[in-house]
C-alpha cells in the first residue's frame, strides 16, 4: 500500500479546529512550529513553505467552500502527513493558477510528503472529496477537534 494514500497521513494531534490567525503568515508559522516541535518536519519547512506559498499559491476555487492545500519540497519532511486546520474566520489566501484573485479560505490542509511525487494521487483523492456532497458538510458540522478528524478520514480513496 502506498503510504500517500493512507488514512493514517490524517494526525489526529494535527487537526484543530477554530484555528484563530490574523493571516496566512501566522498560520504558517504556528503550523510549522507544531510539526517541528512533533518531529514531523525540519525547521526548514516554515520558509520553504512560505516560498512555495508564494510562487505556487494552493488557494482551490472548490465549492461550497475554498480550501487551501499548502505543501513543500520532500526535503523539509521526516513523517509524512496531512495537517487539518479549521479557522475560526477565513483568511485571505491566494487562489492556485490565478494568484491575483485572493480566496476566502475556512478550511487548510497541509501536506507534508517525504517521497517524489508522493502528493499526486493524494491531491486527486482530496480534489474528488472536496467536491462531494456530503465531505464539506462533515467539516461544517464538526464541533470538536475529534469530530474534525472523523470528518477527514472519512475521504473516499484512502485505505
Known amino acids: 500500500m502506498s503510504e500517500s494514500l493512507s488514512r493514517e497521513l490524517i494526525r489526529k494531534e494535527l487537526v484543530q479546529i477554530d484555528v484563530e490567525v490574523e493571516d496566512q503568515r501566522e498560520y504558517f508559522d504556528r503550523t510549522t512550529d507544531q510539526l517541528v516541535k512533533l518531529g514531523y518536519a525540519r525547521p526548514s519547512l516554515k520558509e520553504a513553505i512560505v516560498e512555495r506559498e508564494i510562487k505556487y499559491p494552493t488557494a482551490l476555487p472548490t465549492k ?8 513543500s ?16 474566520s477565513p483568511i485571505g489566501w491566494h487562489e492556485m493558477g490565478n494568484p491575483s484573485s485572493i480566496l476566502q479560505i475556512k478550511y487548510a490542509f497541509m501536506l507534508g510528503f ?27 458540522n464538526a464541533k470538536t477537534a475529534d469530530e474534525l478528524y472523523e470528518a477527514c478520514i472519512a475521504l473516499d480513496g484512502l485505505k
Open 64 to 71: 461550497p467552500v475554498p480550501i487551501a492545500i499548502p505543501h
Open 73 to 88: 519540497d520532500i526535503e523539509h519532511i521526516i513523517h509524512p502527513f496531512i495537517a487539518v486546520s479549521r479557522f475560526a
Open 114 to 140: 517525504n517521497e517524489k511525487q508522493g502528493h499526486v494521487k493524494l491531491l486527486q483523492v482530496l480534489l474528488k472529496n472536496f467536491g462531494r456532497d456530503g465531505f464539506i458538510e462533515g467539516l461544517r
